[in-house]
């Protein structure tokens, strides 16, 4: 659980990966000058679980354009939402979920 309050416009990203053959790593120098990763972990199939975890600038890296809703205009009312899809790679792409705010009234 995330105990730290984000500023507003910044994520926090964690990226797993299930791989075969050896562990894989998403941006491998910046993971490792970061500490940011976890595991790996295998298993006997002989795949390697690892985790990415990092700050993310929603304005240099914004989340994928399909994944974004509204967020509630004056007089709505606030609803957290998560959400997910895939990147805009579509299936060569990571599975994304978004926790994002957007209106209850979109919603219904």
Known sequence: MLK????????????????YGEPHWPAPDDSIRGSSR???????????L??????RSQVMAPSPENLQLPLPHPG????????GGSGPLGTQDF????????SRELLD
């Not at 730290?4 to 791989?19: E, G, K």
């Not at 690892?50 to 700050?55: D, F, G, I, M």
């Not at 599975?95 to 957007?102: A, D, N």
């Open 50 to 55: 690892t985790a990415t975890s990092y700050h």
């Open 4 to 19: 730290a309050l984000l500023q507003p416009n910044v994520a926090w990203d964690i990226d797993i990966v299930v791989s």
């Open 95 to 102: 599975y994304w979920f978004v926790e994002t705010i957007t």
């Open 76 to 83: 709505e009312t606030p609803q957290q939402i998560m959400g």
């Open 38 to 48: 976890i595991g790996p972990i295998r298993n006997g199939a002989g795949m390697w």
